[in-house]
Structure formats: structure tokens, C-alpha cells
């Protein structure tokens, strides 16, 4: 988030500026009429920049997961139009499902296009998805379901999301440094406070800065890389933050579908991502 789109993100939060016109959020706006399009040649410094900050090696095709963050800007103009009925500042990203239909090459270009649901019930709140469609030409080569969750009057009876086989705690520990949140948001683009410094994520309720939770999806894509097919679908649900800087357990294991992986705190097991991938 660059600072204009960061400020157009947190204003609607801040009591009276958010009733200015401009700003003031439509509670009962439609977010699924709103769609935008961007068209991008893939560069291979930036893939190579994300990649080496996520833990992949250098390709002429990139990561699974980099189309994400050419998809970020878009989705983030869709959270700060006045039309958009939540704050993008608080919404937690829950659940993120990504299909790669074939391996895109450094130097393609990639018809983007993202898109917002219509908001349903959860049991802590109500979720909105945000859906991407990566074309070459007319060949749909990539796309993506991102959950996100405003917090609020649940419903019990709600679904409650993707579920997972268990996976045991990993013996494989990464160390996370503390400018982790601030390198992921130099490639991604994505500056949210809460994963910069601890002052600006104490400001936001968290004890210290965060990992991003696409960071830690894309770590986890790049340590099971070899195993997977060019088609293949990857799903995770994030869980408890990671705070920086930290330590966390890696798992993964074969599942009758593909492997189940899992990120955990070294501690006690306790969970902060959990997730599978299946060939398609």
C-alpha cells in the first residue's frame, strides 16, 4: 500500500473524518459490483526480489504465489471505495486458495482482473471473498479466492470455512527477523502497519509487528516446490499471527490428495497456518 491508498484505508476508521463525503463507508453498498483490470508484463528483478524474500529460487516462471501481489493494488481500491461497506484497516484475511493452471513465464503479460462477493455470515463476524482471474490472451493461467473477515455480531450456524487433515508439528524451525514484515511489504507492496514496526502495530492492538500471512503462505509453497505439479491448487487458512521477531515450526505430509503442511509455534503446537495442495 502506498501512502495515499494506506491513508484512503485507515481514514474510515477514525471517528467524524470517517463521515466525510469521500470517505464515509455505504453500509449496504454492493462490493460485488465492483471489478477492476489491470494488464502487467511480469519483470523478472521483482520476481526475483519477492522470491528471494519468500524463499523461492530463481526461474524463468514465476513463484505460485506472486500473482497475488499484482492482484494486491486492485483489491485494495476495491476495500477503500466509498461503496466498499467495511474499513480495509481491521479486516482480517482468513483463508486464501490459489490455482495455478500452468507455470507463467517471466516476461508474459498477464491480463489481472479482481473482484469483491457479496458479504455472508460467519461465526465471528461476516466475510467477504475477493476473487482473481490471471489471463494470458484467453487462456485463464492463474486464480485465486482470498476470505476476509470484519469482526462483529456472528451467526453460530455459519459456515465456518475450509477444514483441513491434521498435520503434525514440523522438526523444520524458521527464524524470522524482525524486518521481515517490512522487506515482504518492499515487493508486495502491501505496507499495512500492523507488519512494519512495533509502534505502529502496539497502535493496532498487536504486542509487536506481525508476518504477513501471504508471506507465510509463500514460504510454505516454496518449501514443498519440487513436490508439486505445474496444475495444482494450494489452500490455506490463517490462524494465529506470527510475531516478529519469532520462531515457528514448519510440518508437511502426504495426504490422500497431494501433502498437508502446517506452520505452528514451537512451543506448543499451536497453529498458525494450516493448509494442503492437490494437483488438479
Given at each position: 500500500?502506498?501512502?495515499?491508498?494506506?491513508?484512503k484505508?485507515?481514514?474510515?476508521s477514525?471517528?467524524?473524518?470517517?463521515q466525510?463525503?469521500?470517505?464515509?463507508?455505504?453500509?449496504?453498498?454492493?462490493p460485488?459490483t465492483?471489478?477492476?483490470?489491470r494488464?502487467?508484463?511480469?519483470d523478472?528483478?521483482?520476481?526475483t526480489?519477492?522470491?528471494e524474500?519468500?524463499?523461492?529460487?530463481?526461474k524463468d516462471?514465476?513463484?505460485?504465489?506472486?500473482?497475488?501481489?499484482?492482484?494486491?493494488?486492485?483489491?485494495?481500491?476495491?476495500?477503500?471505495?466509498?461503496?466498499?461497506p467495511?474499513?480495509?484497516?481491521?479486516?482480517?484475511h482468513?483463508?486464501?486458495s490459489?490455482?495455478?493452471h500452468r507455470?507463467?513465464?517471466?516476461?508474459?503479460?498477464?491480463?489481472?482482473?479482481?473482484?469483491a462477493?457479496?458479504?455472508?455470515?460467519h461465526s465471528k463476524?461476516t466475510?467477504i471473498?475477493?476473487t482473481?482471474?490471471?489471463?494470458?490472451?484467453?487462456?485463464?493461467?492463474?486464480?485465486?479466492?482470498?476470505?476476509?473477515?470484519?469482526?462483529?455480531?456472528?451467526e453460530?450456524s455459519a459456515?465456518?470455512?475450509l477444514?483441513f487433515?491434521?498435520?503434525?508439528?514440523?522438526?523444520?524451525?524458521?527464524?524470522?527477523?524482525?524486518?521481515?514484515?517490512?522487506?515482504?511489504?518492499?515487493?508486495?507492496?502491501?505496507?499495512?502497519?500492523?507488519?512494519?514496526?512495533p509502534?505502529?502495530a502496539k497502535?493496532?492492538?498487536?504486542?509487536?509487528?506481525?508476518?504477513h500471512g501471504?508471506?507465510?503462505?509463500?514460504?510454505?509453497?516454496?518449501?514443498?516446490?519440487?513436490?508439486?505439479?505445474?496444475?495444482v491448487?494450494?489452500?490455506?487458512?490463517f490462524?494465529?499471527?506470527i510475531?516478529?521477531?519469532?520462531?515457528?515450526?514448519?510440518g508437511?505430509?502426504?495426504?490422500?490428495?497431494?501433502?498437508?503442511f502446517?506452520v505452528t509455534?514451537?512451543?506448543?503446537?499451536?497453529?498458525h497456518?494450516v493448509?494442503?495442495?492437490?494437483?488438479?
Open positions: 500500500m502506498a501512502v495515499p491508498i494506506l491513508l484505508a485507515a481514514l474510515p477514525v471517528p467524524l473524518v470517517n466525510l463525503p469521500g470517505i464515509r463507508k455505504n453500509p449496504h453498498g454492493d460485488s465492483l471489478s477492476l483490470r494488464e502487467v508484463t511480469v523478472r528483478g521483482h520476481a526480489a519477492y522470491g524474500v519468500c524463499g523461492f529460487p530463481e516462471t514465476v513463484p505460485l504465489t506472486y500473482p497475488h501481489i499484482l492482484a494486491f493494488p486492485l483489491q485494495m481500491s476495491i476495500m477503500t471505495s466509498p461503496e466498499f467495511f474499513p480495509a484497516i481491521g479486516s482480517v482468513l483463508e486464501n490459489v490455482t495455478g507455470p507463467i513465464g517471466v516476461g508474459e503479460t498477464l491480463d489481472v482482473t479482481a473482484g462477493g457479496t458479504p455472508r455470515p463476524g466475510v471473498d475477493f482473481t482471474e490471471v489471463r494470458v490472451g484467453d487462456e485463464l493461467v492463474w486464480e485465486s479466492t482470498s476470505t476476509y473477515l470484519r469482526r462483529g455480531r456472528g453460530d459456515p465456518s470455512g477444514t487433515a491434521e498435520v503434525q508439528p514440523g522438526g523444520v524451525e524458521w527464524r524470522l527477523p524482525a524486518d521481515l514484515g517490512r522487506r515482504y511489504a518492499g515487493v508486495s507492496g502491501d505496507r499495512n502497519p500492523i507488519h512494519l514496526y509502534l505502529t497502535a493496532l492492538g498487536f504486542p509487536r509487528q506481525i508476518a501471504m508471506w507465510t503462505k509463500a514460504r510454505c509453497v516454496a518449501a514443498i516446490e519440487n513436490r508439486l505439479p505445474d496444475a491448487r494450494v489452500d490455506v487458512a490462524k494465529k499471527p510475531l516478529l521477531p519469532g520462531s515457528v515450526a514448519f508437511v505430509s502426504r495426504t490422500s490428495a497431494g501433502h498437508g502446517s509455534r514451537p512451543k506448543d503446537g499451536a497453529p497456518l493448509g494442503s495442495a492437490a494437483a488438479l
